[in-house]
């Protein structure tokens, strides 16, 4: 195995081959990728990490960086709450809602709602994932492209990127924060997110 390994968790809906584009970038500049997938809404985040944490353990590289989409970062969150004691590397979350989501607060107060977040607003969306460890650098890209589901659901404050707020981005003890015109799912073919990751994953910094 190389060095270096980035492992891609996805977001909610999804199997991961929606990062293909932000992978094969991360790929075209040097680094090893592997994509993790699991059940965003059979499964908790909590029960999710549990899953990546035996995902990892299988991984011989001495570093592991992870690049999380929106749901993802949550899972993170999980899993180095949980397993605290992980390999170096860096982390970057897009449009992961560290705080609550006002969005999913919204749909969670109806039954057909509920349905649709299933398992995963369980210890995360509503804003009770587990606090930062501040172990590790973790980077925070944020959306301003009002563009998404998300515009269908009221009450999400601006600037967001149609699904999840800027402000709801944020997260206590994170290395870095930065917010880029793109959408929630736009942020997975943007060039200026790959470019800012991978800035990110290179440094610890986002270039500002």
């Given at each position: 195995?190389?060095?270096?390994?980035?492992?891609?968790?996805?977001?909610?809906?999804?199997n991961?081959?929606?990062?293909?584009?932000?992978?094969?970038?991360?790929?075209?500049?040097?680094?090893?990728?592997?994509?993790?997938?699991?059940?965003?809404?059979?499964?908790?985040?909590?029960?999710?990490?549990?899953?990546?944490?035996?995902?990892?353990?299988?991984?011989?590289?001495?570093?592991?960086?992870?690049?999380?989409?929106?749901?993802?970062?949550?899972?993170?969150?999980?899993?180095?709450h949980?397993?605290?004691?992980?390999?170096?590397?860096?982390?970057?979350?897009?449009?992961?809602?560290?705080?609550?989501?006002?969005?999913?607060?919204?749909?969670?107060?109806?039954?057909?709602g509920?349905?649709?977040?299933?398992?995963?607003?369980k210890?995360?969306?509503?804003?009770?994932?587990?606090?930062?460890?501040?172990?590790?650098?973790?980077?925070?890209?944020?959306?301003?492209?009002?563009?998404?589901?998300?515009?269908?659901?009221?009450?999400?404050?601006?600037p967001?990127?149609?699904?999840?707020?800027?402000?709801?981005?944020?997260?206590?003890?994170?290395?870095?924060?930065?917010?880029?015109?793109?959408?929630?799912?736009?942020?997975?073919i943007?060039?200026?997110?790959?470019?800012?990751?991978?800035?990110?994953l290179?440094?610890?910094?986002?270039?500002?």
């Amino acid at each position: 195995m190389a060095e270096e390994i980035v492992v891609l968790v996805h977001g909610l809906y999804l199997n991961g081959m929606d990062m293909g584009l932000l992978r094969r970038r991360l790929e075209h500049t040097g680094f090893n990728t592997l994509r993790f997938s699991y059940h965003s809404l059979q499964n908790t985040p909590l029960e999710n990490a549990l899953t990546l944490q035996a995902y990892v353990e299988k991984i011989q590289s001495p570093v592991i960086h992870y690049v999380c989409h929106s749901l993802g970062g949550l899972v993170i969150r999980q899993l180095f709450h949980n397993y605290p004691e992980q390999r170096p590397g860096r982390i970057v979350t897009l449009g992961t809602p560290h705080l609550i989501s006002s969005a999913a607060q919204r749909l969670n107060q109806s039954a057909p709602g509920r349905m649709l977040l299933g398992k995963s607003i369980k210890q995360g969306l509503l804003g009770d994932a587990p606090p930062w460890r501040n172990t590790h650098e973790l980077g925070v890209i944020a959306g301003t492209l009002r563009l998404g589901l998300g515009m269908f659901v009221p009450g999400i404050p601006r600037p967001n990127d149609g699904t999840i707020a800027v402000a709801e981005t944020r997260l206590d003890g994170m290395t870095d924060h930065i917010t880029l015109p793109v959408s929630h799912f736009g942020m997975l073919i943007s060039y200026a997110v790959a470019g800012q990751t991978i800035h990110f994953l290179q440094h610890g910094r986002f270039q500002h």
